[in-house]
Nanobody
């Protein structure tokens, strides 16, 4: 059993900052990566940021230079520092984990944390 718990969302004015945190607990022996997705109303879920040893750190084009991904492998956690937020960043942000379970990659999702950017 794997649990992903996000925190740090909220309401912020345009230009403001938030820091999201995700902590993974449970059977994590096969953990491959943790990353961040978001889903705005009426839109598909999209990958916001991830980091892998082979491919480095990826950012969605619209957040590059404003969002910063970091991870702590010892604590099985990831952070997403979000700066200079704008209304287009309003979405539910999800932590996603990819684990090998009996040799098969399996995805796990947190429940999400709401980020609302509004004046």
């Amino acid at each position: 059993q794997v649990q992903l718990v996000e925190s740090g969302g909220g309401l912020v004015q345009p230009g403001g900052s938030l820091r999201l945190s995700c902590v993974a607990t449970g059977e994590l022996a096969g953990l491959l990566k943790l990353d961040w997705y978001r889903q705005a109303p009426g839109k598909q879920r999209e990958l916001v940021a991830q980091s892998t040893p082979t491919d480095g750190t990826y950012y969605l084009d619209s957040v590059r230079g404003r969002f910063f991904f970091s991870s702590d492998s010892l604590l099985n956690s990831v952070l997403l520092q979000m700066n200079n937020l704008n209304p287009e960043d309003t979405a539910v942000y999800y932590c996603h984990g990819r684990l090998l379970v009996a040799g098969t990659p399996v995805s796990y999702w947190g429940k999400g944390t709401q980020v609302t950017v509004s004046a």
